[in-house]
């Protein structure tokens, strides 16, 4: 069966530290692959997506990801995390597909420390 | 500048009676979605229509109906809400690129109360 795991419920770091968040898929092919992030009481932003391509992937707001084929991963980085990134963030995936539904991970929640 | 928009942003209801969310896009995406989330939950999908095409999940309830009457606007009604209704729907929208599914923009939500 299709799935998103994020195995982080809840993290916790310090202004201007590094970040990661991990997330890892089940499917059959390669899929599409996304990361959003939603602040409280709002909807969801798009930080970044991979099609194909470069494994690399920069997004807004100073976020990256790398998709590695081989561990089935799509991990979040930021360098240097600001109080204002504390929110949800969801990594999810849609087949290859036209008028696909987003399989979502549960969300990892990031809450930034000073 | 906005491209999906939700109407209203905050709705309160009885239980029993009838509510209708909006969402319009400028973005000309043939694809409309509507989710559902919940609490410290993940968006669930309820349906989407591709162009004119109504696609219902499996598990949504028949309570959950759609219209989209144009490419612009897409409408969430629920006939008869339950306190268990009670969340955030979101409305997105995409397009179709090469046999495949553009990426998935969201509105900021409609979060519903049932009284």
């Known amino acids: 069966a299709q799935s998103v795991t994020q195995p982080d419920i809840h993290i916790t770091v310090s202004e201007g530290a590094s970040l990661e968040l991990r997330c890892n898929y089940s499917?059959?092919?390669?899929?599409?692959l996304f990361w959003y992030v939603q602040s409280p009481g709002q909807g969801l932003q798009l930080l970044l997506k991979?099609?194909?391509?470069?494994?690399l992937v920069q997004g807004i707001k100073g976020f990256e990801a790398e998709f590695k084929r081989s561990q089935s991963s799509f991990n979040l980085r930021k360098p240097s995390v600001h109080w204002s990134d504390a929110a949800e963030y969801f990594c999810a995936v849609a087949p290859r597909q036209a008028g696909t539904a987003l399989i979502f991970g549960k969300g990892t929640t990031l809450s930034v420390s000073s | 500048d906005a491209m999906v928009i939700q109407n209203p942003r905050y709705q309160v209801t009885q239980f029993g009676k009838p509510v209708t969310l909006s969402c319009s896009q400028t973005?000309?995406?043939?694809?409309m979605y509507w989710y559902q989330q919940k609490s410290s939950q993940a968006p669930k999908l309820l349906f989407h229509?591709?162009?004119?095409?109504?696609?219902n999940e499996a598990d949504t309830p028949d309570n959950f109906q759609s219209r989209r009457p144009n490419t612009s606007f897409c409408f969430l009604d629920i006939r008869s809400p339950g306190l268990g209704d009670a969340a955030m729907y979101l409305c997105a929208t995409s397009r179709v690129v090469g046999g495949g599914t553009d990426t998935q923009y969201f509105g900021p939500g409609t979060r519903l109360t049932v009284l």
């Open positions: 973005l000309n995406h043939n694809v």
């Open positions: 991979y099609f194909s391509g470069d494994t």
């Open positions: 499917y059959g092919a390669t899929p599409y």
């Open positions: 229509y591709y162009d004119k095409d109504f696609n």
